[in-house]
């Protein structure tokens, strides 16, 4: 039994490992690390799970969240682009109706003016008219009056130079 005893003690006059010591070791070890299977290692795990499940979650929202703004981004710059197109043709538009409203009044402008000058050509016409028959109606009265003068006395060709240029003058002094 000392063999026995004797074997337990490994080097035990150098301090040694007791056989003994070392199951209950060993025994205590592997029931703590059993126990911290079940209570610490298996909680932390549950919670490294959960923390990963999360993160994962967040980079999963953060990407459909990246492209819904890519998304949003592009139909903002279709909406910008249609904007600035249906801006465009209203400016088109609206120099074209510019244009169309600065011929028709060109053209009412024309057709105005055209009135105002055939208005006017009649006018002088009439005026025309007016002297012409006032003058032969003056050439009538000069006629009648040098008729009653020639009749009233008989001209020499002195006198009747004389007469004709105080006619003349005359009929210059009505104008």
């Known amino acids: 039994m000392q063999l026995l005893a004797g074997g337990l003690t490994i080097f035990a006059s150098i301090g040694g490992l007791h056989l003994g010591d070392m199951l209950v070791v060993l025994v205590s070890f592997l029931l703590l690390l059993a126990l911290l299977k079940k209570f610490a290692w298996g909680p932390l795990m549950n919670q490294m799970e959960k923390r990963e499940n999360y ?23 279709e909406r910008l682009k249609s904007t600035r197109q249906d801006a465009q043709q209203l400016i088109e538009d609206a120099k074209k109706a510019a244009q169309q409203q600065e011929q028709s009044i060109i053209q009412a402008a024309e057709a105005a003016a055209a009135r105002i000058k055939k208005s006017a050509e009649e006018e002088i016409a009439r005026e025309k008219e007016k002297a012409i028959e006032a003058l032969q109606a003056q050439v009538a009265t000069l006629s009648v009056q040098i008729a009653t003068k020639v009749i009233e006395k008989e001209i020499s060709a002195e006198d009747q130079e004389q007469l004709i240029s105080e006619y003349i003058k005359e009929v210059g002094e009505e104008r």
């Open 55 to 77: 993160i994962a979650s967040e980079i999963e929202t953060a990407e459909k969240n990246r492209l819904e703004a890519e998304k949003a981004v592009n139909e903002a710059n």
